[in-house]
């Protein structure tokens, strides 16, 4: 199971976005599931890096990605767009993939 967790802050801003796992909704390579939460997320990382030009606090390995909101960018509009259209992709996904794609919201 892939498990997302996102994290806000005490102003309901997304702090950070965390994603650990594999969906294994199919073999290696044809896991749709995995890829569709690999490329928003990816995606949203490089909005924020490239449109937003905010430096994200990234650690990833194989089956994990951590991102990380500078506090000073939470305000910035395009910040907020690019994470909560991710965090909507994400919810959906796991709607339709329950037993593989399990998202979470906490506060920091």
Known sequence: MLRVVVRRDAEGRIASLAADGHAGS??????IVCAAASAVLQ???LG?????RVSVHAEQGS??????????????????????TAVLAIRRIAHDH???LAA?????
Not at 26 to 31: I, R, T, V
Not at 63 to 84: F, H, T, W
Not at 104 to 108: D, K, L
């Open 48 to 52: 924020l890096e490239e449109y937003a």
């Open 43 to 45: 995606a949203a990382r």
């Open 63 to 84: 089956g994990r990605l951590l991102l990380r909101v500078p506090a000073e960018a939470r305000d910035n509009a395009a910040v907020r767009a690019i994470l909560e």
């Open 98 to 100: 329950p037993a593989h």
């Open 26 to 31: 199919g073999p290696y390579g044809e896991d």
């Open 104 to 108: 979470r919201e906490e506060r920091e």
